[in-house]
């Protein structure tokens, strides 16, 4: 039995069967495939009320959008002069396939596959006696969440809509701030069951095409059941699995979506997931934020350099207490020392564990706020971070320093932008406390050496995870690194990119 | 999986070089040093209103041997001695202040940045009469009583053959500056 479960011999993968249904496209095949689904519905119908010319209607009931479907297929269908005036159905067939209804997608299907899943896509098929191939006339519902504020990215100077679940939605989003034609879409199905639509969105002649192709034949090697979570993508399409950092960069903001493509990075959008991914993802990329570029330069760089010094608070700061003050007092002002000294002579705890338990119960919180309501978990919050943290320390179960170093570690994570960056931050926080409570400043060093050895092995679609601080070595343009300058200066897209065309102004 | 067994046993065995929990550790604000053969030190922890006042002495053959004398500095006691943080050096007059000065600033933790000052009555005494003397010398600093600095001490006795120190007395406070005494 191990960490994760008890391992076993996989058994190899079932080959994907292609075509997945073959049979013959005729009404009762395919009414056999959606046999025991209630939701599928099928009806004969006349042309002009013509008994002599009958056609088969199918559709999936809540794929199809009710009023589309009458009065686009079944009234001209049923009252068209036009077709009851055909000479024989094959004629009716092409007038109907060329304008005689009136839908915008009209598609000429001739195997059991297409059939299929146009219907589940939410079209209409009409089967004609007799002949081999079906008419499917897209009538799909757009019933969909409205677009709105984007929650967990706001800005005060910004746009105020973030993508939503509908993928063409979302693209509509890109492209209407995106004009050019060189914006291009391209589309993938990814998991077998799911059947979920992928598109890949880049700017041809800004964008490095093997970057696009990298990450089109990543999204194609992608062969499971279902593409419904973001975690689905994120952690099949990189590289690298055994990390706790994100290797992808994620956005609900179209307008930062749409930033990004500008600057030559290849975005992913997925039907039914709320936000947009931006390829290749550095470490500074996880330190941006969409208000970044609404700021003032001097502002943006300011909050920039604040955004890393408190990355380094959050990952150190306990480590380098514990590791201070049992290894190196000196290191802390005497009057301090004291204190330390005088708080901790009542707690029963070693200062590892202290900081160690702190850590925890901080997480334990945070853990609780977020899974409960937001009324309930605000008064969680209070009550644990206030109530029972002073209680602590007047019952001197905890010395005050330690709660004080925690709180500062754990309230400069939350201004990390990327919260997938925080999570793993906070893990290797919990790493370098032990190192330093174990092995005191030189712990905190090696701990903090393994840790840069590691991002520094991880790549994201060929660039270097640790970019701009680790590759492009003295090449690296002004503008994009951890001080911003003003956009005017910043004349160049990212080296790393490796666009086509380098300069985005005049 | 092996690489992560191996870095985990390696920290375990690591351990064996434990920390000190800070309410193990001595930590001695104010020392005093009587006598030049024998010396007699007199070490005082915590004070400056923060608890923990423990004081010891010890005697011996000089400077060195009687730190190395002091009860905290055997293996047995449950504290440990930190000199990192002393801060003020007490000097009776019958001390050999240029060995004291040059012990200090060559030793690794007493650091040449303690200021040094004169008990006439001797420092022993002094301190002995004083219930927190961190607190009141640190008093006597801010009421713009000025102090040298072990390091400046010394350099003065070098270039100048004397040196300039405050005097000390036992007084309302614990203790008071009676002016400023040269040494030669």
Redesign the interface.
Known sequence: MGFFGTKKDVPPPHPRREPRFDLPVTPEAIAGVFDKCADFNRRTLYLNNDPSRQVEMMYIAGQVRNERACDYVLRPLTQNEALSACPDMDAAFDLMAKGGLYSLSVQTRDTADQVIFDLIDGSVALFFPGKAKVLTLSAGTEEKRSVSDPENEPDVKGARDSFVESLRTNTSLVRRRFRAPELKVEEQIVGRQSLTPVDVLYVEGIADPSLAEQVKARLEKIDIDALLMTGSLEQYITEESRTAFPLTVYTERPDRFAVGLAEGRVGVLVDGIPMGWLFPATLDSFFRTGQDRTDSWAVAAALSVLRYVCMLITLFLPGLYAAAVLFHPELIPVKLSLSIIAAKADVPFSTLTEVLVMLLAFEVLQEAGLRLPSSIGQTVSILGGLVVGSAAVEAKLVSPAVLVVVAIAGIAGYTAPSQDFAGALRIWRFILSIAGGVLGLAGLALGGAVLIYRLARMETFGVAYLTPFASNAGKQREGHTVLREPLPKVKTRPDYLNTKNRRNQG | MRRLAAMVMT?LL??G?R?????E?A?V?VLGVDGRGPVTLTAVC???D???GSRGTSTGADFLSALEALPWANEESREEL?L??V?YLIVGRDANLEAVLLAVLRDQ?LAGLSTVWLADQGAAALLRNCEDPAAALALLARQGVKAPTAARALAALWDDGQVELPVLDAGENGMECRGVGSWR
Do not use: K
């Open positions: 920290l690591l351990t070089c920390g000190r929990e800070p309410d550790l930590l604000r915590g004070g400056d923060q608890g923990n930190a990192t943080s801060s933790e």
